[in-house]
């Protein structure tokens, strides 16, 4: 079986999402770290134009979004379960959680206490670059304040403090669902940076959680590095997880398509349609150095169209 690669950098919220699923599942992995801000030449080469961090890559298949990565993790590694019968809301709150509480999480950790706690240590060109590559990935994107951000936020956690009012258990019972994965993500970026860290402490059960996931770890990385992951790519030479086009979905295989984001990071991803059904689209593309390469994305919150459609 191709191992499992995952791109991702240490500061980066979903990456902790993917790194805390990897620790539940006591998954081994090969970790690379990608940059946090543009270029990332050899993001793209895997990827074909998305930048977003992060995903995954077995061989010459990349998968892109946590949504989509973690029920990649979920069938290579079924037990314990990210998606339980007993708990069919836990992938909605899970939605909530990557839409709505992180992006009300955001303003609050980047006010300028927080930035400074972020970038301490580093040269103010590094805050700067930073910023001015976050504004463009969200432009025209409506974002809270932090004055609305710090309204809102002490809702919602004082809400999931709730949800665990049951015991010293997890979300949805005994054992983290894949809601708690994307709960604990929002969390850790304000709970690792102490000047932002106190809107946490009037929420002592949620506090006890988050150590809870944390104490999940993150599973047995060993490093690689990303020209050792473009050469797994070439390797593999055209052999891929088997996939195919549904019908009655309004594309055809073989077909050329554009796929993006619909929220933010739209850059696109231009190829041949090889794999189709209600969850996941398949993107075939050839690149120089990754070789030809099949990229995954989830249908929910990425648009596919015919390519000559802009
Ligand atoms: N829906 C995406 C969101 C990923 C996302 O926004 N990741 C942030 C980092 S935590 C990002 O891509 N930032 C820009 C970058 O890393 O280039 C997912 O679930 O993977």
Redesign the pocket.
């Known amino acids: 079986m191709d191992e499992l690669i995952l791109h991702h950098?240490d500061g980066?919220?979903?990456?902790e999402k993917v790194r805390l699923i990897l620790g539940f599942k006591g998954l081994a992995w090969r970790s690379v770290t990608v940059p946090?801000?543009?270029p990332?030449p050899d993001v793209v080469a895997l990827t074909g134009g998305y930048?977003?961090?992060?995903f995954l890559q077995t061989g010459a298949d990349v998968w892109?979004?946590?949504?989509l990565?973690a029920r990649v993790l979920d069938r290579r590694r079924p037990e314990p379960p990210l998606y339980p019968p007993s708990a069919p809301l836990s992938p909605l709150l899970a939605q909530w959680a990557?839409a709505t509480l992180f992006w009300t999480v955001v303003p609050w950790v980047m006010q300028p206490a927080g930035v400074a706690a972020m970038f301490a240590g580093a040269p103010p060109e590094a805050a700067k670059a930073f910023g001015a590559d976050?504004a463009a990935?969200t432009a025209g994107m409506k974002r809270l304040s932090t004055a609305e951000a710090s309204v809102l936020l002490p809702q919602y956690l004082a809400a999931l403090d709730g949800q665990l009012a049951d015991g010293p258990g997890f979300l949805f019972g005994p054992r983290p669902t894949i809601a708690d994965f994307s709960v604990a993500h929002c969390l850790w970026f304000v709970q690792r940076l102490p000047p932002v860290a106190h809107i946490l402490a009037p929420h002592a059960r949620l506090g006890a959680w988050l150590e809870r996931m944390r104490a999940l770890g993150h599973g047995q990385p060993t490093p690689m590095g990303s020209d050792e992951a473009l050469a797994v790519a070439r390797a593999a030479g055209g052999r891929f997880v088997p996939c195919a086009v549904a019908e009655g979905l309004g594309f055809a295989a073989g077909q050329r398509v554009r796929a993006a984001?619909t929220d933010?990071?739209a850059d696109p991803i231009v190829g041949t349609l090889v794999g189709l059904d209600a969850d996941e689209a398949v993107i075939e593309r050839e690149d120089p150095q990754a070789g030809t390469v099949h990229v995954h994305l989830p249908r929910l919150?990425y648009q596919i169209k015919p390519e000559e459609t802009v």
């Open positions: 950098y980066s919220p979903f990456s946090r801000i543009l990332k930048r977003r961090t992060p892109l979004d946590t949504a990565v990557d976050r990935m984001a933010y990071g919150g």
